[in-house]
């Protein structure tokens, strides 16, 4: 399991490149899957919405945009600077405080839809994790996870493991001269559960109607789950 403490250091040493490492990784698409993300929690206008380890912002910004009332936490001062400055130059009403995501700082059923994008990966316990999620929703809301995943089939499978082997650490070296951060992130998730495997696992943390959707021929994946109503 990833250890806290150098988490918060990595992300702290690449914070300043952090956006620019996933738009040119990604080729931009990593905006793409935050648009389904924000489809996939249905409408938002009015509601509460947590985003959980929402690093510099970006899903939380979106979230806000489409008229919701966001606020934002992670546990990386240096992420969550890069989070207020962007708000501010945009106008956002989005809030953001720093927090841990084992002990999320809100109230029991405090909000409509709790989201967290490519962080769960890197919490020390994942179904803990999930029931905090779980915990601060409201009955009827939802949980929405949006991670990197490993696709199906063989070729296309071998094609993005030597991408995420080789490719992405050097670049990822070469913009922020940072070898662990680019190192650390092909091992989470070439460890990471497949989508069975952690539906499974948001069941277990007490939602339901839980359902899957791989994004980009698999490279990515945004699962959805229900807390239950109260009967």
């Known amino acids: 399991m990833p250890d806290p ?3 918060e250091s990595m992300f702290a040493r690449i914070a300043g ?3 620019l490492l996933n738009r ?4 931009g698409i990593d905006q793409r899957w935050r648009k389904r993300m924000l489809r996939a929690a249905g409408e938002v206008r009015g509601r509460a919405v947590l985003d959980v380890c929402c690093g510099t912002g970006d899903v939380a910004l979106l979230f806000a945009r489409a008229g919701a009332s966001v606020v934002g936490v992670d546990f990386t001062a240096p992420m969550l600077s890069h989070a207020v400055k962007k708000a501010e130059r945009n106008g956002s009403p989005a809030v953001f405080v720093r927090g841990d995501a084992m002990r999320l700082p809100a109230a029991d059923q405090s909000c409509d839809v ?5 962080g769960i ?15 601060v929703v409201r009955p ?3 949980v929405v996870v949006l991670e990197f995943s490993m696709p199906p089939g063989a070729v296309l499978g071998r094609l993005y493991r030597l991408y995420f082997t080789r490719v992405l650490p050097a670049i990822g070296r070469l913009v922020s ?6 190192e650390y992130l092909p091992r989470t998730v070439l460890a990471w559960p497949a989508p069975e495997q952690f539906a499974s696992e948001m069941r277990a943390a007490g939602l339901e109607g839980v359902e899957w959707d791989l994004l980009t021929r698999g490279i990515a994946c945004l699962h959805v789950g229900r807390v239950p109503r109260t009967p």
């Open 5 to 7: 403490v150098q988490v």
């Open 24 to 27: 040119t990784l990604s080729l």
């Open 140 to 142: 009827g809301g939802s």
């Open 177 to 182: 001269k940072d070898r662990d951060a680019y």
């Open 121 to 135: 990966r890197n919490v020390s316990d994942r179904l803990g994790a999930l029931r905090e999620l779980a915990r």
């Open 114 to 118: 709790a989201t967290i994008a490519f």
């Open 17 to 19: 490149v952090y956006d």
